[in-house]
């Protein structure tokens, strides 16, 4: 889940939500939304739903939607790529479009260009991204993990209702906060979520760092913690050489076990 505070969209500096939607864009539709740390589901201020709805909807239509290898220039001439490829199978896209209908049944609208639309017909697998708007809990979307490229925003009066998604839905991954400001609602937020979430982002897209940050889940995202060290510890058996000062020999034992220190390959310390 992804959570924008209030003060981001009254702070002076406007490049600061320019550079929050593009960082919703990469979070939510990075391969395609096929990805454990892709933005489920964004949580936006009521008062700043509609404006921030338009917004985002108005970046996914400059998005390239085609085949991984189609190119295409840009006004200096830069070879580039589609944004937005194809689902590996027909399967995911069924379940797209009942997360769309069911979605669409219930009140929310498709606000980008051609969103939810398949290209290629019916075997095919590429699919423009849908922006639905607003979406609330009568909708699957809000529950459910859809992997794929189909954006929910909800929207709320309060932080509570914030609050009782993170503490009683069944996934624990990650959450990303966006706010200008380190003040009570989000260190409230980190606070009660350090319980509930593997990892908190700040002003950040939920992603992958194991060989730098501990990557872990809670709930039904995910069991353990994936990292070098956790690697190591959860591969590795360990065995121990020891032995009691005062005991048989005293001193002697105690030189003793340095010595071998010194020429044991496995006694050798790896720091």
């Not at 320019?18 to 919703?24: L, N, R």
């Not at 194809?86 to 995911?92: T, W």
Request: glycine letters at 8%; hydrophobic letters at 35%.
């Amino acid at each position: 889940m992804k959570i924008y505070l209030p003060d981001l969209f009254e702070y002076e500096n406007a490049s600061i939500l320019d550079q929050t939607i593009s960082e919703t864009i990469t979070g939510t539709l990075s391969f395609n939304g096929q990805r454990c740390t892709a933005l489920k589901l964004l949580f936006v201020p009521k008062a700043h739903g509609d404006a921030f709805a338009e917004k985002l909807s108005n970046e996914l239509d400059t998005l390239r939607v085609g085949l991984p290898w189609q190119e295409w220039r840009d006004e200096n001439g830069k070879v580039n790529y589609a944004h937005v490829t194809p689902l590996p199978n027909v399967k995911r896209i069924k379940y797209m479009q009942s997360l769309i209908s069911d979605a669409l049944s219930k009140g929310a609208k498709i606000l980008n260009k051609d969103g939810g639309k398949v290209i290629g017909g019916e075997d095919s697998t590429l699919m423009v991204p849908a922006l639905l708007y607003p979406v609330n809990k009568t909708m699957d979307l809000y529950y459910e993990e859809q992997f794929g490229p189909v954006i929910p925003i909800t929207t709320y009066a309060d932080l509570d209702a914030v609050y009782e998604y993170g503490q009683e839905g069944k996934y624990g991954q990650q959450v990303s906060i966006f706010t200008t400001q380190g003040g009570e609602d989000t260190v409230s937020l980190v606070d009660r979520f350090s319980s509930v979430f593997g990892k908190i982002n700040l002003n950040a897209q939920c992603g992958r760092s194991p060989d730098s940050l501990a990557f872990s889940g809670r709930r039904s995202s995910a069991l353990g913690v994936m990292s070098i060290q956790d690697a190591l510890k959860e591969f590795s058996i360990p065995t121990v050489v020891a032995y009691k000062k005062g005991s048989v020999g005293g001193d002697v034992t105690e030189e003793m076990a340095k010595s071998i220190q010194t020429k044991s390959n496995f006694m050798q310390s790896i720091l």
